[in-house]
DNA sequence: GGGCTATACTCCAATTTAGAGCAAAATATG
DNA sequence: CATATTTTGCTCTAAATTGGAGTATAGCCC
């Protein structure tokens, strides 16, 4: 049990910054709030708890329901103390797991229907987080949200997913309309149609300079708090 | 050393497929490859060719170069053939790291130059990889990239990366606008106007149901394709 | 010939993950 | 009302993964 707190630590006291949860709760609760910014094992946050508990960052109470136990959680002082220091550190970039990419890039090798119906399995993704993401919108429209009094935050990133999920799925849907056009996966005649498409991308101009440098948004850490 | 192979050795054989690489080449070129879709150590890169090697699905040989050995690997029939009968199986959802919303969502623990702060990181990040996508559609332009011939599949990835990143940048960019309007991060008068902005968000209108069932999409493996 | 950086890895401790287990409570089913 | 299933509320562990330290040669530049 080191002391060092991770992103992951953070990601908890937000959570129990918004009010008390017990352990089973802020496990499964996760989803309405980092687990598409922060996806992390179910294990992970039970292990985490108790070592921000143990740290004075988190007080637990135990309680009981019948003869079976359950401790809920909630932020001290010390803990808060740890969340506003933390927001003064550099963020650490965002980053992707997007294995539908690598599935693009290999579909040569395979047929047609497999990518359309990896591209169909990610458009069927964005909406159904789309469809989430819709609730929570309800939910705050209709005063319900445990966090109503912070709309003005949450709207921030309610705003943020709705565009990437919008972004996504448009882009499924054009790539699906793209492929189903084409007769099969070869590149015959395809290149120059592509080179087109490839012209009208909108990169903002100034200075695509040649220095084929790696952005250096990826040399600071990606995960924990790491220092060189 | 299982047999299973993982996410991870599909793209190095992915990558490998394009044509043969050092261990060393592989691990530096892979920010031009999968770094943005499937970010991994590098020791994971460099153990990885090794097990592929072994269970033949990579070729390797060594070179010298005066006295010091390298290692090129090539792919091999039977590699091919597992990147095929991989991509019959069905793909794992997309997933962000994302730090800053986290920051966001304590943002007012802090001060409104913190957040500030963090916002034009995560719009220079994303400015920095518009500027490295730009490059790499240059190279695709001058005819001068490594996968030329690729270029009617690889069109279809540098779209995703150029929408992905200016949606990005345009979030950051209006987020930071509306912030830097205000004249401090209480709630004060500032929930009206974001319900306001939360109305107009743009979900598909389609079945807005009251179930609040986390996305099916999370329950799908979301790296390996370790079996229920 | 000294210093610096790039190449080309290996090794390892510390985390982190996915999932198996276990037990009690609540709910459904016959 | 007896029994089966699901949900709650966790703990534990093997296996994988990570970030970095370490080692050594090569090739330049001054």
Redesign the interface.
């Known amino acids: 049990m080191t002391e060092r707190l991770t992103?992951t630590s953070?990601?908890v006291l937000?959570q129990v910054?918004v009010h008390p949860w017990s352990t089973y709760e802020l496990a499964q609760q996760r989803?309405r709030?980092?687990?598409?910014?922060?996806?992390r094992a179910e294990s992970a946050i039970y292990r985490e708890v108790k070592r921000l508990s143990s740290m004075g960052l988190l007080e637990g109470k135990k309680e009981h329901v019948g003869k079976r136990a359950r401790t809920v959680y909630s932020i001290t002082d010390k803990g808060?103390e740890a969340?506003?220091k933390?927001?003064?550190t550099?963020?650490?970039?965002?980053?992707?797991?997007?294995?539908?990419?690598?599935?693009?890039?290999?579909?040569?090798?395979?047929?047609k229907d497999?990518?359309i119906a990896?591209l169909q399995?990610?458009r069927?993704?964005a909406?159904?987080?789309?469809?989430?993401?819709?609730?929570i919108?309800?939910e705050?429209?209709e005063g319900r949200a445990v966090t109503q009094?912070?709309?003005?935050?949450?709207?921030?990133?309610?705003?943020?997913f709705?565009?990437?999920l919008?972004?996504?799925e448009?882009?499924a849907e054009?790539?699906l309309a793209?492929?189903e056009s084409w007769d099969d996966l070869s590149?015959d005649g395809?290149?120059e149609?592509?080179?087109e498409?490839?012209?009208g991308?909108?990169?903002?101009p100034e200075?695509?300079?040649?220095t084929?440098v790696?952005?250096?948004?990826?040399l600071r850490p990606?995960?924990g708090e790491r220092r060189a």
């Open positions: 992103t953070y990601a937000a910054a989803v709030y980092f687990r598409y910014v922060w996806p808060r969340l506003r933390w927001l003064a550099p963020v650490s970039p965002f980053a992707m797991d997007f294995e539908a990419m690598i599935r693009l890039f290999v579909a040569p090798l395979g047929t497999q990518i990896t399995q990610v069927g993704d909406r159904e987080m789309l469809r989430f993401s819709g609730q919108k309800q705050f429209l009094d912070q709309v003005y935050i949450r709207a921030l990133a309610v705003d943020f709705i565009s990437l919008n972004m996504v448009a882009w054009r790539t793209e492929i590149p395809k290149n149609r592509a080179l498409k490839i012209r991308l909108p990169v903002t200075s695509v300079e040649t084929p790696p952005p250096r948004a990826q990606r995960r």
